[in-house]
């Protein structure tokens, strides 16, 4: 019987030479660390040390994140992982009244340096990596962490981590923008060109197809679709005047990683082979770093169910699993009781801890790609690979990504297939643990971590306290620095930097670059 992928691709019950007629290793796998990066993007992969191990957090208060982040270190993280509100991931201060009610809720609440200062106190940044899932505001929150870098004495050369800066997905899966595309694309390029020249150790975005997958993505739509923005942002740099091996070593993608193990292993094999291509065959790229597809993944939220939570400590670890064999770069392992309410300390410490047997009681990182000549993976990679190609073609034919996003075809595609995997959930073709089958008559009882509401006006009072004590004139002068770049086409990094430093807000500095850009309001289409 023959059953069917993630990607409605099939899946033999067997497989063997005939399956890969034709197939020249040397072309499709190449060497570890070699083009077209099919095996992995170094030639030692985990053998000589396994991934960077982060985990994501952000809650509350900074306070309250900064003691979060402490004890990660202390159990062992080597990455921090920044998680931010709704307010502050769409540009507006936790007084403002559209902030109402979201104030430290899904992250945490970030509104001037201050808070910048409180969430990274006592860490030093030039030990650690950092990523920052942001994205509208991205240039922002990395500029409010160079900043307190400067007052811990850290170079800027010295920094190392990610903001996730992918904007586009927001017009397609998630919805967190603020500028209309073509601003938020001019603010991606200056932030590559800022950070070529002052932040050299620095990932400046992280082309992510996790929200994708979040929102029903398939792994051939997921990887399609990343790619295919990540390729808009490859034309915008270059159109903007940067060659193209002055900024794509520094470009990072983020993936999700899914129960199905082989299809997962064979979607980020297809993703680093596609890329690799692309970026030799259409931008001329010529050092090899510009070619490889290094990754960040984190295993899916999405599959984590409320009933039974401890079920997905399994579920975690499969995951996982696959991502390691899939060869990412860094890992972020989902605690179990997510899909109740923010993780407790046990669980995001249980969460670490899966990571941590994967990396040192297993052999998965005795060996470069385990998986290489698996008849199976070797056939799944090449059926990924020419899905996600029909798919990224598609998106080429309606004139490249951002007017594919603004026709809704991108979106209209996750849904369909969002649609899909809903129908057979509630038939009960695809088993749900615990959901759907395998169900208890009563779940037991769990208490899950709460956000204090008092944070809201918390950070309201400290926000009233910096206004009160800034030298309000150099902040007016400073924002209005801002927006004159904002309205030519000099960078405007450098006049952000010192309105944040005068102790503008985040909301401040949003605002005065909407009113020179606009903000976005979705199409009909969407």
Known sequence: MTHESESGLPIEPVYGPDD??????????????????????????YTGRPWTMRQYAGFGTAAES???????????????????????????????????????????????????RVLFGGIPLDKVSTSMTINAPAALLLLL???????????????????????????????TYIFPPQPSLRLVADTFRYCRAELPKWNTISISGY???EAGASPAQEIAFTLAD???????????????????????????????IL???????????????????????????????????????????????????VRVAVQGLGAVLGGTQSLHTNSFDEAIALPTDKSARLALRTQQV??????????????????????????????????????????????AIEQGFQKGEIERNAYRIAQETDSGDRVVVGVNRFRLDEEE?????????AIEAQQAARLARLRADRDAPAVATALAALQEAAKGTSNVLPPMKEALRAHATVGEVCDALREVWGAYVPTDAF
């Open 20 to 45: 890969l007629a034709g197939w020249d290793p040397a072309e499709q796998l190449g060497a570890p660390g070699a083009y077209p990066f099919t095996r992995g993007v170094y030639p030692t992969m």
């Open 263 to 313: 299809e997962e292993v064979a979607k980020f094999r297809a993703a680093r082979r596609i890329w690799a291509r692309v970026m030799r065959e259409e931008f001329g790229a010529k050092n090899p770093k510009s070619l490889m597809l290094r990754f960040h993944t984190q295993t899916a939220g999405v599959q984590l169910t409320a009933q039974q939570p401890e079920v997905n400590l």
């Open 211 to 213: 929200h994708m997958a």
């Open 145 to 175: 962490y160079q900043l307190v870098a400067e007052e811990q004495g850290v170079a800027a050369d010295r920094l190392t981590g990610t903001i996730q800066n992918d904007v586009l997905k927001e017009y397609i899966a998630r919805g």
């Open 358 to 403: 994967l990396a040192y009681e297993t052999d998965v990182t005795a060996t470069v790609d385990p998986f290489a000549g698996s008849y199976v993976v070797e056939r799944m990679t090449d059926d990924v690979e020419g899905a996600a190609l029909d798919l990224m073609r598609r998106v080429e034919d309606l004139g490249g990504a951002v007017h």
């Open 230 to 260: 990540g390729i808009e942002y490859v034309r915008t740099a270059v159109a903007a005047g940067m060659d193209v091996d002055d900024f794509a070593p520094r470009l990072s993608f983020f993936f999700v990683a899914r129960t199905t």
């Open 445 to 453: 009882p769990y208490e899950p971590l709460r956000v204090d509401p």
């Open 66 to 116: 900064n003691a979060r982040y402490r004890q990660l270190i202390e159990h062992g993280t080597t990455g921090l992982s920044v998680a931010f509100d709704l307010p502050t991931q769409m540009g507006h201060d936790s007084d403002a009244p559209i902030a109402s009610g979201e104030v430290g809720k899904v992250g945490v609440a970030v509104d001037s340096i201050d808070d910048m």
